[in-house]
């Protein structure tokens, strides 16, 4: 029998998955993960099959309007939703269910959670899994605004990101998402104003909403930070996520570098004037030491001089009178 249910509202339904989803006896699998393709693309979801032995089967389930995208029990049946049936596969690899959905569309965009049901004591009972945001990025139409499409800060320093709808659509709740490099998702904010921000943004992240915008300002950005950052939308009586096909880029420069190299230029200019110093030390010490040497070697010079010429006035006197006598 297939498990499906009805909320009135995609917003109330992600409260209580976000309430209710860590009860089950710490077996749930509370990783999120994001992908971002762009329309007719493939993409692939992977849920945990525990291989326990009270296991029943292993469901898809997209959040946003609840319906279930594929069921396969343990022994191997399965059922996919029928819209979905010519572009979804699946197949089992060890402990793990691989579904992939060919030729992605628009309405591909959701939230897809991994739900386990196992037999216990004659009940049936649901473990949640890991959570899946899907961003399918149309090639035409634009529902959520974005702005600015690139920004290239340095580290620490800040940048602010407009999601906005069009006058004629109505939200129950944007996110922002890192979608590239490390897919995360950065924050959630509720028609009603409630908020989920990452862990890794917690202390850096500001937002303001009104109406139909949301301003978000990040902080004391790094080098990590930089991916591209999409506005993902939930509207009223939309069965899927509304996202922004362009994004924001954003590009840290590294300050790291400009540092090394103020640093370098100083020790540089240390190492000259710790030469120059030590020239001159060297120069004034071999000055002194040849001074000293040339005042001592001189009187004994002068005095060696007028005996050498007193000696020789002696002996030239002493030839003369030789001469004289004979």
Known sequence: MLWISCFPSASLFLLLFMCFSGQNGGENDQSTDIISVWEGDSISITCSM??????????LTTIIQPVNV????????????????????????????????????????????????IKSKGHHIKL??????????????????????YVNPQQGQSISITCALKSSHEDEGFYLLKTQMQPERVLYVSSQNGSTISPAFANRLEYSKEEKKVLITLHNLQKNDSDIYVCAG???????????????MVLIKE??????????????GLIIVSALL?????????????????????????????????????????????????
């Open 278 to 326: 030590f020239f001159v030390l060297i120069c004034c010490t071999l000055y002194h030491v040849d001074m000293k040497k040339y005042f001592q070697k001189r009187k004994p010079n002068a005095v060696y001089e007028d005996m050498s010429y007193s000696s020789r006035r002696n002996t030239l006197i002493r030839a003369n009178t030789y001469v004289t006598d004979n």
């Open 234 to 248: 939930m509207l009223k009586n939309s069965p899927f996520l509304s996202v922004n096909r362009s994004g924001t």
């Open 50 to 59: 525990k291989g326990s032995e009270n296991e029943v089967g292993t469901y």
């Open 255 to 268: 300050v790291e570098q400009t540092h090394c190299s103020n640093n370098s230029w100083g020790i540089y």
């Open 70 to 117: 594929i069921y396969v029990s343990k022994q191997n049946t399965s059922y996919i939703l029928p819209a979905l049936a010519n572009r979804t596969k699946y197949s089992k690899d060890g402990r793990n269910l691989r579904i992939t959905l060919h030729n992605v569309q628009e309405s591909d965009s959701n939230i897809y959670l991994c739900t386990k049901f």
């Open 128 to 149: 949640s899994g890991k959570t899946t945001i899907v961003v399918v990025k149309a090639k035409t139409s634009e529902v959520v605004e974005q702005s600015p499409l």
